[in-house]
């Protein structure tokens, strides 16, 4: 279908056109073999420049027919020249669209066959390319196999996003294991769906054996200061403990008890009352079979240090497991994952532990993805590990700069869109050659985790709640 034709001024990377037919941005195009993607369009009349309306004003509209007179001029990205018959499908442009030449509403296989979303074995359902009502099909290995990040504000949709993708490597049956931890309890709802193929485990299950005992531990968990640590270090090194209360009856015993020592006690003491130890680690995590779905519930987990400390061992053994080739290759999805390897602050050994994931991962099958509401807030040398980036609906300028410092695919343009997405519409960045607009489909109500209660119905449950008592 014919749209439009092309105007002055055009170059390698842009070209403008007057819309003689429908054409809304984001609609792709194609001008004989270039293809292109409208990223504006603008309204103008000749008889309504600045100057003569400001003089004629009313005058102006009462005479002339203002919607006769009006041109549409739409401005459009290149992406390249398209040619199926070369191995290298997409050229770039080495001489631009000539004025005049006629503008065309492009081929739908042809734009599909460009960003990789066409149905093949290895592909996935996740909702529609925005503005179309096209499904599209994003390749599992090109998605998550250079690992994914989820970046958007609350309530953007990243939940939504992550739950169909599980979804839908579920329904396959025969996929990757799949380890989440479930941060705010908004996957529980998959064990209703896949019953025994979905294992949750509780916080308060998860144990440590002695032997995952470290000094970083007890940083990460009870604070040190270097004096202490170095005490505990050389006291671990120095003998050989069997467990946490043969440790701890140790240091009850030195006689003469420095500042350090008292301080050491006191913390080894908090740890154990913590429960975190004993004698069998659990779970072993080894019985991870393709097809599952393994979440850790850290719903109730209020401490981020205890958070930061359960993820680091989970990760840590799930490394190694994987290292040795003891489980299959996996993916592991990480929600709120600022708090979990901040830029800043504590939380030093899951920091570690998931930046190492991220640099060594892809190598042995380990493949992240990574969720976050405050991207600004996210270790900068785990998001550039990120190759594949699902930006949903930001505002926070901090958060956008720091996506636009991070990311090297990321367009002034595309950046511009992000705070104007509705819940559900993404920017996937670094997965085909060029930003892809989608909008995500819902989740399956049945694995819906209704965690976004309204305020009246909040205080509606709480009253009847009262009036129990
Ligand atoms: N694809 C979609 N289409 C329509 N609405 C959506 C879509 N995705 C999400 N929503 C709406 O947005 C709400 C929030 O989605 P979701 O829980 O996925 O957000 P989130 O980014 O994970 O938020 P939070 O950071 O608070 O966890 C959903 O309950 C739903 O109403
Ligand atoms: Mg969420």
Do not use: C
Request: charged letters at 25%.
């Amino acid at each position: 279908m014919e749209i439009g034709f092309v105007i002055s001024g055009a170059n390698t990377k842009q070209f403008q056109f007057v819309i003689k037919d429908k054409a809304k941005v984001g609609d792709y195009v194609k001008v004989g073999t270039v293809l292109g993607q409208i990223s504006e369009i603008e309204i103008v009349n000749e008889h309504l420049s600045d100057q003569l309306a400001f003089v004629l004003g009313d005058e102006l509209l009462n005479h002339y027919p203002i919607k006769d007179n009006l041109v549409r001029i739409a401005t459009v990205e290149i992406l390249g020249n398209y040619d199926p018959t070369k191995e290298e499908k997409y050229v770039p442009l080495t001489y631009p669209p000539e004025p005049g030449s006629k503008v065309f509403m492009a081929p739908l296989e042809e734009v599909k066959d460009l960003l990789n979303i066409l149905e093949k074995e290895h592909s996935i359902d996740v909702g529609t390319l925005r503005g179309y009502k096209e499904k599209i099909f994003l390749d599992v290995e090109k998605l998550i196999g250079k690992h994914l990040s989820v970046l958007a504000m609350s309530g953007a949709g990243k939940s939504n996003f992550v739950s169909v993708v599980i979804d839908e490597l579920m329904k396959k049956g025969n996929e990757f294991p799949i380890v989440l931890l479930d941060i705010h309890g908004e996957y529980l709802g998959f064990e209703k769906k896949y019953g025994k193929r979905t294992m949750v485990y509780p916080h308060h299950r998860i144990k440590l054996s002695f032997e995952e005992f470290e000094p970083g531990i007890v940083r990460d968990l009870v604070g040190t200061t270097e004096p202490i640590e170095y005490l505990l270090t050389s006291l671990i090194q120095g003998n050989n403990f069997q467990s946490l209360d043969e440790l701890i009856t140790y240091v009850e015993g030195i006689k003469k008890k420095s500042k350090e020592v008292k301080a050491l006690e006191w913390r080894l003491k908090r740890i154990k009352q913590l429960g975190l130890f004993q004698d069998t680690p659990f779970p072993s995590l080894e019985d991870i079979k393709i097809g599952s779905l393994t979440l850790f519930d850290f719903s109730e987990v209020s401490d981020n240090r205890k958070l930061s400390i359960y993820s680091y061992i989970l990760l840590k053994r799930l490394f190694e497991a994987r290292r040795l080739n003891k489980i299959p290759p996996l993916i592991v999805v990480l929600e709120e994952a600022h708090n979990l390897a901040p830029e800043h602050a504590e939380a030093k050994l899951s920091r570690r532990i998931i930046e190492k994931i991220a640099r060594e991962g892809r190598k042995f099958g380990m493949f992240l993805i990574v969720v976050s509401q405050r991207p600004a807030y996210l270790s900068q040398t785990l998001l550039a590990q990120m190759n594949v980036q699902t930006i949903l609906r930001i505002t926070n300028p901090h958060d956008l700069q720091y996506i636009s410092q991070t990311s090297e695919h990321i367009s002034s343009n595309a950046l511009k869109q992000i705070p104007s997405l509705v819940p559900g519409e993404a920017l996937l960045i670094g997965y085909a050659r060029f930003p892809i607009y989608i909008k995500t489909k819902r989740r399956d109500p049945k694995i819906e985790e209704v965690r976004n209660k309204r305020p009246y119905q909040m205080l509606s449950e709480f009253l009847e709640q009262d009036s129990l008592y």
